[in-house]
């Protein structure tokens, strides 16, 4: 493993063929700076993989996370993605999204010990400081509670403290950035729309903007009175895709207060990826793989065999690591290093950029960011110090949940 966090899951098996760092390998600049900041994900699906009979309480090989791996990777926050199946309707699609959120608290109340529930301002430096998993209970899409201010409310009751307006479908309150795109909805927020996020801001809970149209993006700008995150988002600028910010949306997020997360999705943050390109990333994602398995320690021949694996990536122009890290720098070059975070969406894709294949790789992240010629400090602030200011700012009170 990259280190031994500070999240220490006792409880946890210890896993066959991996051993931690300390004592084996001489200490690494790049480790100690992950070891240290506070390391927060925006976006995460894994509760997906649970309401299917999964498990994440174990270290798995199917996925990309799970309780052992956010310890080896070094998570000390994660937002947990509240979804509903598009194929949920009605009262079934606020059912599950129930379900959802109990099965999340079911397995913080059986691994209490390593995990806890964030609900109000300081819940994170707490939780973090008695070595547990932060874990913020966050809904991808408001369709399940059918446009009702009364299931807000009971979301929120239940331990909701990050809402995200649309998915990829728009409601009579708010345009998803698809429908806008497509030109299938004039978009914007409607008068219910903006009654719902003034609800969120009197709660104190985190709006999150990411797959809203432009047009409702500006309408929460326009109505919120909180600082916003958008959980799960790459640069326009780099790449045209209608889930990615405009520098004006950037800017506006920045203005405030907010934090802008980017996101690791390949086709989100690099163009041109037919089938002949995905084939070659999922041939790198066996070999790193290989990689972590012929060096449980991660170290120097580790690290020499995984530059070159990347180098020869590079070469093939597919999606890498590096391409995140090209969406970080341009948001902050725009937005200020104060407003950019990361938001992975692990666990909600099949395709990973090469190089950043599961959660326990995200040290190699820091790595790069730092390679890049960001400071130390600009790193700890993207790394998660920039999304507990939002928390803290906007999460300043709540009930038990």
Known sequence: MFRSHRIIHSILPVVAGLVLLVGTVPAQDFRDLHRTALVVDGHNDVLGRVMSGGDMESWGSVGHSDLPRFRAGGIDVQLFSIWVPSKRKGNEAWQYALDEIDSLKAIAARNASVMGIALRGGDIERLVADRKLASVIALEGGRCIDGRRDRIIELYRRGLRCFGLTWNFSSDWATCSQDERAGKVRGGLSKKGKSFVRLLDSLGVLIDVSHLGARSFADVIATTRSPIIASHSGCAALRDHHRNLTDTQLRAIAAGGGVAMMTYVPSFIFAGLDKKKQDRMRAYERQAAELRKNHPDRGAAYLKAYDNMLASARKERLCTIDDVV????????????????????????????????????????????????????????????????????????????
């Open 326 to 401: 090209r969406h970080v720098l341009h948001a902050v070059n725009v937005a200020g290093a104060a407003h950019v975070g990361l938001g992975s969406d692990f666990d909600g894709i099949g395709l990973t950029p090469v190089g950043l294949h599961d959660v326990t790789d995200l040290p190699l992240l820091t790595r790069a960011l730092r390679n890049s010629g960001l400071t130390d400090e600009q790193i700890r602030g993207i790394l998660g110090g920039n999304f507990l200011r939002v928390w803290n700012t906007v999460v300043k009170h709540g009930s038990d949940g």
